[in-house]
Each structure stands twice: as structure tokens, then as C-alpha cells.
């Protein structure tokens, strides 16, 4: 079955650094776009970052360019998204998501299968 497995996830302090992983299964995951997504408390789902299917186009949304990289690698079924500079405001359950097309989407209706979501909490 198609499976998505958020990982990487934790407790770090303002400016400090994660790196998410997800790992896919179950999909022909190198003709998918995939996407990164978050959820704060008491707020609804919003785009974070996507990848298109062979890693050369990338899309961020506004509050994260030059912060985080998201990445991909189709030999191991993979998409990472670096986190840098994190700030409290980034606090938010990160989902993973497989998107129904190859080029990146900041839709959340492009996104075809999620992942179960890993936290990502930012002290002040």
C-alpha cells in the first residue's frame, strides 16, 4: 500500500536546525511531486514547500524561502526538507505529502497521499 513516514522531527531553539525526512513506499514516487505541509495549533493545514518530480524545480511559501531546502533523492524513495534559522512561529506538526502530478503544488488538493505527520516545536 502507499505509505508516507515523516521522521526528524523534535524540540529545538530559536535559530536552531532540523532536518525532516520522509520516507515512500508503495507509489512510483520519481513521477510525483511531493510537498512538505504544516499545521499549527488552532489553525488550518498550510504549504511549506514542494519539490517536482526529478528535484529541479522547488517552490517555498513566502515565510520560509532562504530558510528551508527541500530536497528529494529517487534512488532511496526519499524527500528531506532542511530546516535553518527556525523561529517559534514555525512550531507545527509537518506532514509529508504525494502529489497527483509531476510539478509542485502549493495546493493541498494536488496532494493525493499524507503521511502521519512529525513535531516540530520551536523554543523561544
Known amino acids: 500500500q502507499v505509505q508516507l513516514v ?8 530559536a535559530g536552531g536546525s532540523l532536518r525532516l525526512s520522509c520516507a515512500a513506499s508503495g507509489l512510483t514516487f520519481s513521477s510525483s511531486a511531493m510537498g512538505w505541509f504544516r499545521q499549527a495549533p488552532g489553525k488550518e493545514r498550510e ?6 518530480w526529478s528535484g529541479g ?7 520560509v524561502k532562504g530558510r528551508f531546502t527541500i530536497s528529494r533523492d529517487n534512488a532511496k524513495n526519499m524527500v528531506y ?4 534559522s527556525l523561529k517559534p512561529e514555525d ?3 509537518y506532514y509529508c505529502a ?9 495546493w493541498a488538493r494536488d496532494y493525493k497521499t499524507w503521511g502521519q505527520g512529525t513535531q516540530v516545536t520551536v523554543s523561544s
Open 81 to 84: 526538507l532542511q530546516m535553518n
Open 6 to 13: 515523516e521522521s526528524g522531527g523534535g524540540l529545538v531553539q
Open 91 to 93: 512550531t507545527a506538526v
Open 57 to 63: 524545480s522547488t517552490y517555498y511559501q513566502d515565510s
Open 98 to 106: 504525494a502529489a497527483a502530478l509531476r510539478q509542485g503544488s502549493r
Open 47 to 52: 504549504f511549506v514547500a514542494a519539490v517536482n
